[in-house]
C-alpha cells in the first residue's frame, strides 16, 4: 500500500474514525494537524493541494487525496475483517454508515462542536434555534442504535465491522454534547466492546 497521511484536526470524530480503522488494522499512518477553528482548511494552499472543498479529513494515498471520512474508512479496510465477505452483510454495514451520516454525526457531533468548543453563548441566532431539534434528532439516533445492540454486541454480524468504527467515533464523546450515555444500556456496553479491541487508540 503506498505512504498514507491523514490530513486531520485531532479533535474531530471523522479524522478519528480513519486513525481508528488504521489502528486496528496495524497501518502505519502519518499525521498532518489542522486548527479548523483558525480557518487553517481554507487557506489558498490547503485548498489547492489538498481539498477544494476546504474540509477534512482528507486520506492521502500517496499522491493521490481522499476525502470523507467514510470513504477512506473503506479504502482502508477493503479485504479485512472490517468489511464482511456477505454481499448483504456489506450492504448493511454501508446502511449504518449512512446512518451515522445522515441521522448521528449532524446533530450529535454538531451540539459537541457547538457546546463543548464553540460555546453556546458565542452561537449564532440561527445555531441557537437548532439546538433543541439537534438534540431531540440525536436521542432518536441513540435510542435507535440502544434498541439494535439489545441482544447483541456488534452492528453488524457477529464480529466488529466499519459500521461500528463509524458510529463509535462522536457516539463515545456524545456527553460534551449533552446527551448522557448512561441512560443506553446497551451502547454503553458496545462502547467498552470497541474499547477493548487490540490496536485500539483514543481520541484526542
Known sequence: MDNL??????????CYK?????????????????????GETRTPEFLANVNPNGRIPVL???????PESNAACWYLATDSALIPTDRFEQANVLRWMFFEQYSHEPNIATLRFWLHFVGEANLSR???????AKRIAGEDA????????????????????LADIALYAYTHVAEAGGFRLADRAHVMAW?????????????E
Do not use: C
Request: charged letters at 20%; aromatic letters at 6%.
Open 142 to 161: 441513540l435510542a435507535l442504535m440502544d434498541a439494535h445492540l439489545a441482544g447483541r454486541e456488534w452492528f453488524v454480524g457477529d464480529a466488529p465491522t
Open 18 to 38: 480513519i486513525r481508528l480503522t488504521a489502528a486496528l488494522l496495524g497501518l502505519p499512518i502519518e499525521r498532518r494537524a489542522y486548527d479548523i477553528l483558525q
Open 5 to 14: 497521511i491523514l490530513h486531520e484536526d485531532p479533535r474531530s470524530g471523522n
Open 191 to 203: 462502547l467498552a466492546r470497541i474499547a477493548a479491541l487490540p490496536g485500539y487508540v483514543t481520541m
Open 126 to 132: 440561527q445555531q441557537q434555534s437548532q439546538v433543541m
Open 60 to 66: 492521502q494515498i500517496g499522491k493521490r487525496f481522499l
